[in-house]
Each structure stands twice: as structure tokens, then as C-alpha cells.
């Protein structure tokens, strides 16, 4: 199975701030990268998928960039219904598989 | 705009059978492939397997031959069977429009292993 690591876990952010989330893949995975949205209680949201493109009707506030093992979600002009977990996955090779997700909170 | 709702027991006791279903709304089961995934409380997620209406399937080996998905052309609904529970099989149970990445996700059902 590919290992999928998320940075930070957690961090704290203000409305208005630029955010940035890292995934590392443990081999090359091409564009394969998938992010999801969560929060509390509800079904993950697909934000970003083959790296980059944006998901209809996703704010074009989140983007998605990388290749190969380093990937970045970024959210610029945080928003306060962005605070929620974000996790990454791989569709590069079976089993699909996570990252451990990283929670976004109010500062 | 695809849906999906799952349904089936809260509870079930260790070493029986889970058993659930997804029913599929604004599209037929013919159009895509339909998977599931889990949730344990408070944990990260975690792919079950996938069915193609050709019948194709594909199940994580971490769950080794427990897992059976399979589909009902005739109710737009498809299912799985997860045999020999314990209680790390404890989880908030999703069925996802697939194979690989997941756009659409039904609301989810916690699904308890307990005696």
C-alpha cells in the first residue's frame, strides 16, 4: 500500500489568512492526488482531484498543486466555513489510501 | 446529481455479518462504479472495495476475503457484506460513487460491533 503523510495535523488560521497543507506520498504517484473537505459529522467533500483540478462548484479559492510524492492544498482568503479537516488520497494505485488529515481551526 | 443512502443495522455482535445497503438515486447503477468506504470514530478513512455492474470487483487485502460488495440491477441499490466482525470493524460506514476517487458520498451510518 502507498503511505500517504499529512503536515501540520492541525494548525490554527484567521479568516483572511492563506493556508497551506502538505502530502507526501511514499513512491511517485504521478498526479494521483485527490483532497477532500470534512466536517464534524458530515460526509467528505472532494475539493481537488488529479492534483489540480477543482471540482465543480468548489470555490476557486482552493487550489492544488504538485507531482511525483509532494503535493499542496492551498487555500487562500480562508473563510469561515473552510475550518473543518482536509485529507488527501491517492488513486495512483490499489487500495486507494488517506492521509491522516489535517484539522483547521479558528486562531 | 447522483445520491446515496445507506441503510442497514446500528448494531451488530462480534464474529457476525455486517450488512448494508446503498440505494442510488438520479442515476442508473449502470453508470458508474459504486465503493465503500469507513470511518472509525474519530479516525482517518479507509477504502473497503468497489463493484462495476459488469461485476467486476476490488476489495483492500487489508480485509482479506471478509469483504463481499455486490449490486441489484433491478432496485438501483448495491451492498456489502463484511463476515466475522470484531470491534475495530466499529465505524461510520459510507458508499461512494468510485472506483478511485470518490465525488459522490451518501450521508453515512454508524455501524456499532458490540455483544
Known amino acids: 500500500d502507498i503511505q500517504m503523510t499529512q503536515s501540520p495535523p492541525s494548525l490554527s488560521a484567521s479568516v483572511g489568512d492563506r493556508v497551506t497543507i502538505t502530502c507526501r506520498a511514499g513512491?511517485?504517484?504521478?498526479?494521483?492526488l485527490n483532497w477532500y473537505q470534512q466536517k464534524s459529522g458530515i460526509a467528505p467533500k472532494l475539493l481537488i482531484y488529479?492534483?489540480?483540478s477543482l471540482q465543480s462548484g468548489v470555490p476557486s479559492r482552493f487550489s492544488g498543486s504538485g507531482s511525483g510524492t509532494d503535493f499542496t492544498l492551498t487555500i487562500s482568503n480562508l473563510q469561515p466555513e473552510d475550518f473543518a479537516t482536509y485529507y488527501c488520497?491517492?488513486?495512483?494505485?490499489?487500495?486507494?489510501?488517506f492521509g491522516g488529515g489535517t484539522k483547521v481551526d479558528i486562531k | 446529481q447522483v445520491q446515496l443512502q445507506e441503510s442497514g443495522p446500528g448494531l451488530v455482535k462480534p464474529s457476525e455479518t455486517l450488512s448494508l445497503t446503498c440505494t442510488v438515486s438520479?442515476?442508473?447503477?449502470?453508470?458508474?462504479?459504486w465503493a465503500w468506504i469507513r470511518q472509525p470514530p474519530g479516525k482517518g478513512l479507509e477504502w473497503i472495495g468497489y463493484?462495476?455492474?459488469?461485476?467486476?470487483?476490488n476489495n483492500n487485502p487489508s480485509l482479506k476475503s471478509r469483504v463481499t460488495i455486490s449490486l441489484d440491477t433491478s432496485k438501483n441499490q448495491f451492498s456489502l457484506k463484511l463476515s466475522s466482525v470484531t470491534a475495530a470493524d466499529t465505524a461510520v460506514y459510507y458508499c461512494?460513487?468510485?472506483?478511485?476517487?470518490?465525488?459522490?458520498w451518501g450521508q453515512g451510518t454508524l455501524v456499532s460491533v458490540s455483544p
Open positions: 488529479a492534483a489540480s
Open positions: 463493484i462495476y455492474y459488469s461485476g467486476l470487483t
Open positions: 438520479g442515476a442508473s447503477i449502470r453508470s458508474f462504479y
Open positions: 513512491q511517485s504517484i504521478s498526479t494521483y
Open positions: 461512494v460513487t468510485g472506483p478511485y476517487y470518490f465525488a459522490n
Open positions: 488520497q491517492q488513486s495512483y494505485s490499489s487500495p486507494p489510501t
